[in-house]
């Protein structure tokens, strides 16, 4: 990767992290204040100070640190040092159960919020989406078995109407993780509507990275394209090669070329094998030598140039729509996403913690810096919609009940308010010796799936 690829991603990982880090925390220091406990120290990183300020009555530290993966609210607390008698109401240990409740989940529930109006807006403003059309199913598949064809437009998944692409995969990824058949209502090349009921027994839970409605043979139209070159990547195969924009691909090793499909196809079977290209620019014929370079996808090693085809109007009309609702509609709908992706992934974690999901599926900080950077190349409300699923996956993971997050110290209060009495500091130990080696796990796991992803392609 460039240097200048590589610090847009490195932008776009630290500005999602700092968005998302300062707004948990900010909902911690906002319940906080409400409940007049004084905070000695909002701040952003771990680690050595880089920056800090004072402010406010309280003389609250505002601080920057090295580290950036996290933060935290440092709150006056008598288990942490002497606490002035004048002072002791404000002692966030000297509050009710119910109280220090409420300023633990602030800290989730904030990010929740966050999610809430990122998606608020993106229904509101309008976003460019893949329509709901599908491509040839693969011999043998189940959706070629229920007699899917080409150029099929999904209207609806069990009755649920649907109307972009994500929209087919949230749909069906919900129904498929409990194997329940799905019933497509569609609407063909020829406008005559249909519905096809597909068996998702075949679904492949080890596929979500990639692309999981493939095994069920639900793979996205693609409209017959020119081998015109309309994007060269940056530090790509091509781009080293000497592509440019514009360029159109006549030939590959004396093999005439016509579709884009054909360029994919040819380049795709010779990773690492130079090829030899005949194309015509400005009205001249050149001859360009490319590699195609080792990539993998759905477990098949493949070569990619890095070229994106150019699309006319009459492609992108009838490949995406515009998606909006009213101001109404657009809260209605991102509660109803913010709760659909919260139970999700709760229940992405619980078949991990069965061993129906591969803990393959777990992604860390690299991963995560990867899908800042793409979202943010692609534009402003992929990265949003970025923020947002995110901002809900933190929600979640602090809810669990592992001590040292937030949802384990509501575990301790829902037991202290059951029994009438704190959790013995034996019982806090213990649990906070638990809850950092369970969460040091869950990060050799990240990071190896990380590096392993690296190493992979």
Request: with cysteine.
């Amino acid at each position: 990767m460039n240097p200048e690829l590589l610090a847009w991603y490195v932008g776009a990982f630290l500005l999602a992290l700092a968005v998302l880090v300062v707004v948990h925390e900010m909902g911690h220091y906002l319940a906080a204040r409400a409940c007049n406990v004084k905070v000695l120290r909002f701040a952003f990183g771990f680690g050595k100070v880089l920056w800090m300020r004072r402010q406010g009555r309280d003389g609250t530290e505002w601080a920057i640190s090295a580290f950036p993966l996290g933060g935290y609210v440092k709150m006056l607390d008598e288990r942490e040092g002497e606490v002035a008698a004048a002072e002791l109401p404000r002692a966030f240990n000297r509050q009710s159960v119910g109280r220090r409740a409420f300023i633990v989940a602030a800290g989730p529930v904030a990010n929740f919020l966050l999610a809430i109006v990122l998606y608020w807006f993106l229904f509101m403003a309008g976003v460019t989406e893949l329509k709901p059309r599908l491509g040839p199913p693969p011999a043998g598949t189940p959706a070629a078995l229920a007699g899917i064809g080409e150029g099929m437009t999904v209207r609806a998944v069990n009755g649920q109407a649907i109307q972009t692409w994500q929209e087919l995969r949230w749909e069906t990824m919900r129904r498929a993780l409990d194997q329940e058949p799905l019933q497509l209502e569609v609407i063909s090349l020829h406008g005559e509507a249909g519905m096809h009921r597909i068996a998702s027994d075949r679904f492949d839970l080890e596929e979500l990275e990639k692309d999981p409605l493939r095994t069920l043979g639900l793979v996205l139209y693609r409209p017959r394209l020119p081998a015109v070159v309309g994007r060269v990547l940056p530090g790509s195969a091509a781009a080293a090669a000497g592509f440019r924009d514009d360029d159109r691909i006549l030939a590959i090793d004396g093999k005439a070329i016509a579709l884009w499909a054909e360029l994919a196809a040819t380049a795709g079977a010779a990773p690492g094998r130079e090829l030899k290209f005949a194309i015509e620019r400005d009205g001249r014929q050149l001859e360009l030598v490319a590699a195609p370079r080792l990539a993998e996808e759905g477990g098949h090693k493949l070569g990619r140039l890095g070229l994106m085809a150019k699309e006319g109007k009459g492609e992108a009309f009838e490949m995406t729509t515009v998606v909006s609702y009213g101001p109404l509609d657009s809260i209605a709908r991102s509660l109803a996403q913010t709760w659909d992706t919260s139970i999700l992934s709760l229940r992405m974690m619980g078949r991990m913690l069965t061993g129906e999901l591969s803990w393959k599926n777990l992604s860390g900080p690299v991963t995560i810096a990867d899908y800042a950077g793409q979202s943010a190349r692609l534009g402003p409300s992929y990265y949003l919609r970025f923020l947002a699923l995110i901002s809900i996956s933190l929600g979640v993971l602090n809810l669990l009940p592992v001590p040292v997050l937030d949802g384990g110290h509501l575990m301790y209060y829902l037991v202290e308010f059951i029994k009438g009495g704190p959790v013995s500091e034996r019982a806090l130990e213990i649990g906070q010796q638990i809850g950092f080696a369970l969460l040091a796990l869950l990060m050799a796991f990240a990071f190896y799936n990380d590096i392993n992803r690296l190493v992979s392609g």
